[in-house]
Nanobody
Framework: VQLQASGGGLVQAGGSLRLSCAASGRSFGIYLMGWFRQAPGKEREAVTAITWHTGNTYYANSVKGRFTISRDRTTNTLYLQMNSLKPEDTAVYYC??????????????????WGQGTQVTVSS
């Protein structure tokens, strides 16, 4: 499975961005997809995840109510709608996929495939 993330950019605080992640290859084997982010000098952190077939969603507390994860199974594309962005959301955002159950859901080491990352910068 290959993942290609896009949609990052520069936005003012309070603004919105929509990230996309196109999956290709053996994408029918995906069980779970998620978004992670890493800010300069900080550890990678989980943002959100979605089970590919059932659409169950999971969010980190820091983004609940502001971010929405979704997927389009017809085009094998994952989305992240980010609203009410804050400067602390500034990071490189990565999409990831797993072909198996991941427990706990945000355990990054169990995700099998990773995209190249897209930069999101929120100015104050």
């Amino acid at each position: 499975v290959q993942l290609q993330a896009s949609g990052g950019g520069l936005v003012q605080a309070g603004g919105s961005l929509r990230l996309s992640c196109a999956a290709s290859g053996r994408s029918f084997g995906i069980y779970l997809m998620g978004w992670f982010r890493q800010a300069p000098g900080k550890e990678r952190e989980a943002v959100t995840a979605i089970t590919w077939h059932t659409g169950n969603t999971y969010y980190a507390n820091s983004v609940k109510g502001r971010f929405t994860i979704s997927r389009d199974r017809t085009t094998n594309t994952l989305y992240l709608q980010m609203n009410s962005l804050k400067p602390e959301d500034t990071a490189v955002y990565y999409c990831a996929a797993s072909a198996k159950v991941v427990d706990p859901i945000f355990y990054a080491d169990d995700y099998d495939y990773w995209g190249q990352g897209t930069q999101v910068t929120v100015s104050s």
